[in-house]
């Protein structure tokens, strides 16, 4: 049972990566037959289409500082928020909650006007910037991030360490970077691995924030192969195959934690 289930699973990725190598022709007659003739010609039109290289250095720079700011704040917010009781913490905590039950659909309109205020105030592109997408990024992750860390800390993470780091004269940052921190490690990967996913294969937010093809990730330069009339099946799998790859090398390089 186990075995057609995970064969129902990796069918869609199948699908994907046989049809990269095959014309539109050989496609349209058996979706699910082997190509005839292995070729690379559809991945190099793809990778000139899209500009591959320059697309996959702004995905990464997304991806890597959004969840960089995230992992680190939210380690912090959290182990905060555990260890002061009081009413604005509980408040600051039950905020963040609710946070992750908002639907980005509801939202999405007015973060767009939100992002071209703060543009005018500030004088600095909040839109079609990846800085901008990465601020918001951040602030979108925070409501999960600090749930995983806030749950860990408080059930795994001893006061009695934190008192032991200030008498042998830890500050509050060294007890926080070498004491808790390295303690998190366990959620820090989690989140790391949720937030990773959701980023680079992340299409609605991106598409609504940048405009110029020189800022665009990977997802959003995908539809470029998606016309009104015709659609380039082959060098859209060829594409999506070449997406995914990064992701799945990290998910399994990660699997050990």
Known sequence: ALLVFCLMY???????????????????TNVLALPETLTWEYYAGAVQRMDFINVFKNSLIVTLCSVAIIV????????????THTRLSRFLYSFLIVTMLIPFQTVMMPLMQEMNSLTKALGIPMKNSLGGLIF???GFGAGMGVFLFHGFVKSSVPVSLEEAAIIDGCNIWQV???IVFPILKPTTVTVIILDVIWIWNDYLLPSLTLTSNANKTIPVMTSLFFGTYTIEWNMAMAALTMTIIPVIIFY???QKH
């Open 10 to 28: 990796l069918s869609p990725i199948y699908i994907i990566v046989v049809n990269s190598f095959k014309s539109r022709a050989e496609m349209y």
């Open 136 to 138: 918001m990024y951040a």
């Open 72 to 83: 680190v704040l939210c380690a912090m917010a959290a182990w905060m928020l555990v260890r």
């Open 176 to 178: 926080f970077w070498r």
């Open 252 to 254: 399994f390089s990660a």
